[in-house]
């Protein structure tokens, strides 16, 4: 599959609708297309996913290692990928979208805010090829795509001052129907703030759809090709998996995981859903402190603190963590209660409290690790939790915020509530799902 990365100059940009408006015009000219995002986001591959009709591929070397990227690029489906960048091409100490280009030996296409420039978007544009010299990365900065141009004499005195290192791949033009609102943890969900069809047909319209399509190449192959580990066997253990507004951060290659080794069965604790009977349970990351008040009336997560009370293997990230403890106090002050499973109140702030990958050690055998294994993740939350003092816990921090510092994952019953949002690659699936299948 080939495939071409969309990268920016800086957060800001006009990056997602870039992307958006280049799947249209690769649609439309009747080519297949899977959409991926450089690093662990899951607001902007929502859009994606609902864009291309097809789960956005997270692609992050820091979450998956080198050859976990290249294979979960590899289950990919289509005739080209397009891939998101993050930030700015070369931000990211841990994972840049350099670097997710250079691993996949994929060619950028910087998108450039033009919306005040003319020759200085080449001039831009040269320095970000140039300056990939300086870098460890050897990434191929190949076109340019002028984000936020009017047509006529603006596009043409951009065409003409882009140096001839650079294609011209077209512009989005300046609507105000191709800004997506924002909120605290990034941009609205796809299914919230869509953009409208003939929105982004008008800005496919104005790309080079065939400078993007040539300039699209294979990537490098990954050492160890993706495989299924389904097992036919009918006696596969139930994963309840919460799945609604509330708990919706979750990475498609994590769904195909748990469904290649359980029976996956949803719940929507937000919308009034009990706890299916079930082995094991995913509580994933979302917006908890949106739907407090719904969740403490619900019985889905009194359910699950009945189910971790008896020993049944519990896991929450981040949203999940939030429900898992004993209270949730939201941004205007008010407090809900929540699972009561996990010793610690959480409150959500206006600042965010925590943004990096982050690295934790097992100090003992833990849901998701052996005791002294290393898992990487990713921490994005506005909320901190105040834990008891007795309160057990799981990692060590040895990069990142962690719960209170130096320590990550409080620990209760067979429970584990962390706010690192983990890989399948990381093996951290594969461990859980093996203490369930014990």
């Not at 080079?208 to 596969?236: F, G, K, Q, V, Y």
């Amino acid at each position: 599959m080939r495939g071409v990365v969309l990268g920016g100059t800086a957060s800001g940009v006009g990056k997602t609708v870039a992307t958006l408006a280049t799947l249209r015009a690769f649609e439309n000219a009747g080519a297949t297309v899977q959409p991926a995002k450089a690093g662990p986001d899951f607001v902007d591959p929502s859009h994606h996913a609902r864009a291309a009709d097809r789960p956005s591929r997270t692609l992050d070397p820091w979450l998956q290692g080198t050859d976990g990227l290249r294979r979960n690029y590899a289950r990919g489906d289509g005739d080209v990928c397009v891939v998101e960048g993050m930030m700015g091409l070369y931000d990211g100490s841990a994972a840049s979208t350099a670097g997710v280009a250079a691993a996949l030996d994929l060619p950028v296409v910087l998108v450039v805010d033009a919306s005040a420039g003319m020759e200085s978007v080449g001039a831009t544009a040269l320095g970000f090829r140039d300056y990939a010299d300086r870098t460890e990365h050897g990434v191929d900065v190949e076109g340019v795509i002028a984000q936020r141009a009017h047509g006529g004499r603006h596009e043409a005195g951009i065409r003409e001052a882009l140096p001839e290192e650079l294609d011209y791949c077209g512009r989005i033009p300046p609507r105000e129907e191709l800004e997506v609102p924002e909120r605290h943890l990034g941009l609205h969900m796809g299914d919230e703030a869509p953009l409208g069809d003939a929105a982004l047909d008008a800005a496919a319209e104005t790309l080079r759809t065939d400078r993007l399509l040539d300039l699209a190449r294979e990537p490098t192959p990954p050492a160890t090709e993706p495989e299924s580990t389904r097992d036919a066997d009918d006696e596969r253990p139930r994963i309840a998996v919460a799945d609604d507004d509330a708990f919706r951060f979750v990475y498609p290659a994590t769904r195909e995981r748990l469904r290649e080794r359980a029976t996956v069965v949803p719940f929507a604790p937000a919308a009034g859903d009990d706890l299916p009977p079930c082995d094991g349970v995913y509580i994933p990351g979302g917006y908890p402190e949106l739907r407090a008040e719904a969740l403490a009336a619900g019985p889905g997560l009194a359910s699950v603190a009945d189910a971790a009370a008896e020993g049944t293997p519990v896991v929450g990230e981040c949203g999940g963590l939030m429900a898992l403890a004993e209270t949730l106090t939201t941004a205007d002050g008010d407090t809900h209660e929540m699972a009561g499973v996990l010793p610690a109140t959480v409150e959500r702030h206006e600042r965010y409290q925590a943004l990096d990958h982050v690295e934790l050690r097992a100090r003992s055998d833990t849901l998701t690790a052996a005791a002294g294994d290393r898992v990487r993740g990713h921490e994005f939350h506005y909320s901190a939790a105040d834990v008891a003092a007795d309160a057990q816990f799981a990692f060590d921090v040895e990069r990142g915020a962690g719960i209170d510092g130096d320590r990550e994952g409080l620990t209760e019953y067979n429970t584990l509530g962390t706010y690192c949002h983990v890989h399948a690659e990381s093996g951290a699936f594969d461990a859980f799902l093996d203490e369930v299948e014990r």
